[in-house]
Nanobody, 121 residues
């Protein structure tokens, strides 16, 4: 089992920046990738970015060049630096983790409780 706790959300003006943190605990040795999803009002939850164990990343097109994910393996923590924020970025942001399948781990997906980011115009 993996537990994920997000922090850092809040209210920010358009053009501003916010940094989200995601602390993982439990079976962290089994984590292969971490990432962030978001859900805006009236919309389906969507992938924002993922990062694997070696640092390779994938970003959704609308956030490329503005958002940056990083991962501190020693602290079992992932971060999402969000710059040049737009009102369209307003959403609940969820930290996610995927565990690997091998002799000691089972593959599964885990979700944090979410943190609200509101961007005012």
């Amino acid at each position: 089992q993996v537990q994920l706790v997000e922090s850092g959300g809040g209210l920010v003006q358009a053009g501003g920046s916010v940094r989200l943190s995601c602390a993982a605990s439990g079976g962290t040795i089994c984590i292969s990738s971490m990432g962030w999803h978001r859900q805006a009002p009236g919309k389906e939850r969507e992938l924002v970015v993922v990062i694997n164990s070696t640092g390779s990343t994938y970003y959704e097109d609308s956030v490329k060049g503005r958002f940056t994910i990083s991962r501190d393996n020693a602290k079992n923590t992932a971060y999402l630096q969000m710059n040049s924020l737009k009102p369209e970025d307003t959403a609940v942001y969820y930290c996610t983790a995927r565990t690997k399948y091998d002799a000691n781990c089972h593959q599964d997906d885990y979700w944090g409780q979410g943190t609200q980011v509101t961007v005012s115009s």
